[in-house]
């Protein structure tokens, strides 16, 4: 469902992967976030899309939570596909690629991403929030690769 959703134009799967991500978090209770913060793709993806994943689950995730959703991230520069890239590369590709907005400053933030595999892109989306000021930053995604647990870059996060 998440790869037809993604890459096979399924937008329309948006609402029910929105509302099953916000099933791990009922109603929001007991959480202490005040916005939730889409991840944005780049500009060409959007476009060759025609949506992007992360802010259409952000929103159906701020409706069901009843917490805003916020754009409080900018991408800086288009970067390549991550998913085309080796390991490696990665983190170097994202590295500067957000912007976060002064509005951040003292929010505690959710994150919310569609996949993540090496965490590279939410880890430097992460800093960008930190740096201008947010109190703290927690991440949701759809879905994540195995390869994930073999990253000792996301002990920092």
């Not at 259409?56 to 998913?83: D, K, N, V």
């Amino acid at each position: 469902m998440i790869r037809a959703f993604k890459f096979d134009r399924f937008d329309h799967l948006s609402e029910c992967l929105g509302r099953r991500l916000s099933s791990v978090f009922p109603d929001g209770k007991g959480t202490s976030w005040d916005a939730i913060v889409p991840l944005p793709s780049t500009r060409g993806r959007n476009r060759d899309r025609g949506f992007d994943p992360a802010d259409l689950i952000a929103r159906e995730l701020s409706r069901t939570m009843r917490l805003p959703c916020r754009t409080f991230l900018e991408r800086t520069r288009e970067t390549q596909r991550q998913s085309r890239l080796p390991r490696e590369r990665r983190w170097a590709n994202v590295e500067g690629a957000f912007r976060a907005s002064a509005r951040s400053e003292g929010k505690e933030i959710l994150l919310v991403d569609d996949i993540m595999t090496t965490g590279a892109t939410a880890f430097s989306a992460a800093a960008a929030l930190r740096r201008a000021g947010a109190q703290s930053v927690s991440l949701a995604v759809l879905a994540r690769t195995p390869e994930l647990a073999e990253d000792s870059h996301l002990e920092a996060l």
